[in-house]
């Protein structure tokens, strides 16, 4: 599923989440202010917008009513907040992302300022993007032991083949998981004996090689190699 995602600020944080939800298939649109960090050429699949985020006629002018995702990623908490602040109140974006830059600033960072959620890291900031919109997809969340393994989540859809069995029932993939459930506002360590509901979140930890098997068994894909 393609997303249409509207990072505020162009920097080295900006660019670095913006190239990784382009290469998950995503569409984004950079906004940026100040003309020299206008660098087209370092993420040319994005769309670049020479404006402040922080002005709401900038904002219409670049249609952020139509995106699906804003991520407030600027160097500057207070440009951050105005930036979430004004795209969900004026423009009614469901999902926005804010950049938390000096720690003391935090508790600011709320749903009463139009904050989802508020991250520090660009590849958790992409991954919380991405959990947040994706149902029947795999999303990596997290790399461990210097790539070795990942934490990957898959949001379960409905009439995948394993709604409504017990975790017994999935035959998993070697070097692979299911840590967690992750069901409304409850968290579940998983037995044998659960059930599995379409929306649960279930969150893997596994090898990179085994992903698109976890994936494969999850979804009920076909195409992909048999399980080993």
Not at 184 to 201: A, F, I, Y
Request: glycine share 8%; proline share 7%; charged share 25%.
């Amino acid at each position: 599923m393609t997303v249409r995602i509207a990072i505020a600020g162009a920097g080295n944080v900006g660019r670095s989440i913006a190239s990784e939800l382009i290469g998950n298939g995503h569409e984004v649109m950079l906004i940026e202010r100040h003309p020299r960090q206008l660098c087209p050429e370092r993420v040319p699949e994005a769309r670049w917008v020479l404006a402040d985020a922080c002005e709401l006629s900038s904002l219409e002018e670049a249609d952020l009513a139509g995106c699906d995702v804003v991520v407030a990623a600027t160097g500057d908490d207070k440009a951050n907040l105005v930036v979430s602040l004004l795209a969900k109140t004026e423009f009614a974006v469901p999902r926005v992302v804010a950049r938390v830059n000096r720690a003391e600033n935090e508790w600011l960072f709320t749903e009463q300022w139009g904050v989802d959620v508020a991250v520090s890291k660009p590849r958790l900031m992409a991954a919380l993007v991405e959990e947040a919109v994706t149902v029947g997809d795999l999303v990596r969340l997290m790399t461990f032991r210097q790539g070795e393994a990942n934490l990957v989540e898959i949001t379960l859809p409905k009439n995948a083949p394993y709604e409504g069995k017990p975790v017994r029932s999935v035959p998993m993939p070697r070097d692979s998981a299911l840590v967690a459930i992750l069901r409304g506002k409850r968290v579940l360590v998983p037995t044998p004996d659960d059930p599995l509901e379409s929306g649960d979140e279930l969150i893997f930890v596994c090898t990179a090689e085994v992903e698109e098997q976890v994936r494969a068994v999850v979804l009920g894909d076909s195409g992909l190699p048999p399980l080993g």
